[in-house]
């Protein structure tokens, strides 16, 4: 039966579910069991009068009517949230401080200042764009309340956003050399751990053409045919190009996105609520990605 009122929660729990990819994550973000989420999103389905998701092999996609749904719900989320936050009569204060890879930092970055400052203009906020055994160390040490990182297994205490494979970034041409020519980050560092594991486990041969310490020289080297690095689709610019699955290079692993807070202190709320803006931000690039690689 179609109704004329659509629940918030249902809503959240649904754009969750999709943003995560699964029902087991969004179960996991909400602290329910992942058949408490089933059968919310049957609830939604018989208020709505349509079916949302369909099975494909494991996963489930969205439906024709689960696409529009998508879409008028985020909008009622996002109108709900920012009229609590504009009602509410204990606006946050404060100073919250992000770490981020260079990585997120065009794509993501400025959606997520912009999001906050409009919600919360009280609280100030102090940005670090470093590499992650740097960003890891600051937050150990209390120079960081929260940091974006990536890795190959997920933390207990950390926040997930998603999964998104490692790519072989170059010339096709320069693919082709032997032995490889490769662009390297400073070690330590998972992506060039990952790429040269991945090699030496296939027998390519290799070389070192060039050991970076910043992804904007990565890029120009790349840009420059010298070599073929390692590195995620996130924050890849226009003219640096993904090398086919089908190249002859050796595939590589998955890696996940997550959130890290400082520990052992109680978590304020400036940083509970930057997390959130974080997590549903980096998510919605990482669901991006995912359409446009089935493209």
């Known amino acids: 039966m179609i109704t004329d009122v659509l629940d918030l929660d249902l809503l959240r729990t649904f754009v969750l579910a999709v943003d995560l990819g699964s029902f087991a ?35 489930r996609e969205l439906t024709a009517s689960g696409e529009l749904l998508s879409g008028y719900a985020r909008r009622l989320l996002k109108l709900n949230d920012e009229a609590i936050a504009a009602l509410s009569t204990r606006q946050l204060a404060g100073t919250v401080r992000l770490g981020m890879l260079t990585d997120f930092s065009e794509g993501s970055l400025p959606q997520v200042l912009a999001r906050f400052a409009e919600q919360h203009p009280r609280v100030q906020m102090e940005i670090t764009i470093d590499r992650q055994v740097v960003l890891q160390q600051k937050l150990q040490s209390g120079k960081l309340d929260l940091i974006v990182c990536v890795g190959p297994q997920l933390p207990e205490n950390a926040v997930l956003i998603g999964e998104v494979p490692l790519r072989w970034i170059g010339n096709k041409k320069v693919a082709q050399q032997s032995p490889l020519p490769l662009l390297l980050f400073e070690p330590p560092c998972l992506f060039r751990a ?14 070192p053409v060039l050991t970076a310490s910043n992804v904007a020289g990565m890029w120009a ?9 390692i590195r995620t689709q996130i924050g890849l610019p226009a003219d640096c190009k993904l090398l086919p699955a089908s190249g002859g290079l050796p595939a590589l692993p998955h890696i996940f996105v997550f959130l890290l807070t400082a520990p052992p202190k109680k978590t304020s709320a400036p940083v509970l609520r930057l997390t959130e803006i974080v997590q549903e931000t980096l998510s919605g690039e990482l669901k991006g990605l995912q359409s446009r690689r089935k493209k």
């Open 221 to 229: 080297a790349a840009r420059a045919g010298l070599g073929v690095t």
């Open 194 to 207: 990952a790429g040269l594991a991945a090699l030496e486990k296939s027998g390519v041969a290799w070389k």
């Open 25 to 59: 994550r969004a179960a996991e973000h909400v602290s329910r069991s992942q058949s408490a989420v089933s059968l919310q999103m049957q609830r939604l389905e018989e208020l709505t009068g349509h079916q949302l998701f369909v099975k494909q092999g494991r996963s």
